[in-house]
């Protein structure tokens, strides 16, 4: 199993600032990596696939860059409903999620 | 727009099979895609339980394989989630989703159904 693990686990940020997230898989993924945003109490909303494409509707404010075992997911200034749980998921061995990481107000 | 709903039980005694059915509007299953179900215990990440193609090959959870079974059924326009031989640590919110673009990036979700497994 491919295990992806998502750093730093809290980011405490300002809105306005840049949010610099990162995933990094155990073996390489290639670029078969999303993104999900995921606020309280709702499911979780793709952002980003295959590494660096956004999906629909998604704010050109976000991009992914990445290949291999590391990943990186950049909101490049914080909008107030920004602040979530960023989740990253691989498919190139069966489907998993990192573990997270909350992006919370400084 | 396609719209993913959820419905079955929200509570299940241990030893019990936790079947739930994710009904899908505005959009046909028999048109392609994949389509999935993932959990997420109340407080805890996101872990993928399995997901169904239109044709009914099914991919599962290596973790979960043995306890689950998940099927479509292309003229209700909706799939189903079957897990035997619940236990307390099944007990989570459970999410349909279809993966439009790759197979494996879920671009709709259902709203979740919390599921309880306690006697």
């Known amino acids: 199993e491919i295990v992806l693990t998502q750093s730093p686990a809290i980011l405490s940020l300002s809105p306005g600032e840049r949010a610099t997230l990162s995933c990094r898989a155990s073996?390489?993924?290639?670029?078969?990596l999303a993104w999900y945003q995921q606020k309280p109490g709702q499911a979780p909303r793709l952002l980003i696939y295959d590494a660096s494409k956004r999906a629909t509707g998604i704010p050109a404010r976000f991009s992914g860059s990445g290949s291999g075992i590391d990943f990186t997911l950049t909101i490049i200034s914080l909008e107030p409903e920004d602040f979530a749980v960023y989740y990253c998921q691989q498919r190139s061995n069966s489907l998993t999620f990192g573990g997270g990481t909350k992006v919370e107000i400084k | 727009q396609v719209q993913l709903q959820e419905s079955g039980p929200g509570l299940v005694k241990p030893s019990e099979t936790l079947s739930l059915t994710c009904g899908v509007a505005g959009y046909y299953i028999s048109n392609g895609d994949y389509w999935g179900w993932i959990r997420q215990p109340p407080g805890k990440g996101l872990e993928w339980i399995g997901s169904v193609y239109h044709s009914g090959t099914t991919y599962y959870n290596p973790s979960l394989k043995s306890r689950v079974t998940i099927s479509v059924d292309t003229s209700k326009n909706h799939f189903s989630l079957n897990l035997y031989s619940v236990t307390a640590a099944d007990t989570a919110f459970y999410y349909c989703?279809?993966?439009?673009?790759?197979?494996?990036?879920?671009?709709?979700w259902g709203q979740g159904s919390l599921v309880t497994v306690s006697s």
């Open positions: 989703a279809r993966a439009a673009y790759t197979g494996y990036a879920f671009d709709s």
């Open positions: 073996q390489s993924v290639s670029t078969s």
